[in-house]
């Protein structure tokens, strides 16, 4: 069973800056649509950015130019840069996935975006 673990959050002033990380126990991100999820307080999960097996990236809207995802093969991770932040931005943060079968939920990283 892969694992995936999430890390990089924490507290951050609006239109500051976060790097967030995702690790899996093994080698997915090869074959694997991998995506970057937030769930916000009373919310429903959302995917908020994905990279293919193959390398290309697509984002919501809400996102679009300011978060970038990528992925490190050979470390089994893959990042979110997240810039120009908003409040509306804060949530936990989880990777997966896109497509079934899915991966057990990592306990996710909080970002939290205040003044």
């Known amino acids: 069973q892969v694992l995936l673990v999430e890390s990089g959050g924490g507290l951050v002033q609006p239109g500051g800056s976060l790097r967030l990380s995702c690790t899996a126990s093994?080698?997915?991100?090869?074959?694997?649509?991998m995506g970057w999820y937030h769930q916000a307080p009373g919310k429903q999960r959302e995917l908020v950015a994905t990279v293919t097996a193959g390398g290309r990236t697509n984002y919501a809207d809400s996102v679009k130019g300011r978060f970038t995802i990528s992925k490190d093969i050979a470390k089994n991770t893959v990042y979110l840069q997240m810039n120009s932040l908003k409040p509306e931005d804060t949530a936990v943060y989880y990777c997966?996935?896109?497509?079934?079968?899915?991966?057990?939920w990592g306990q996710g990283t909080q970002v939290t975006v205040s003044s």
């Open positions: 997966n996935a896109v497509r079934y079968p899915q991966y057990n």
């Open positions: 093994g080698s997915i991100f090869p074959t694997r649509d």
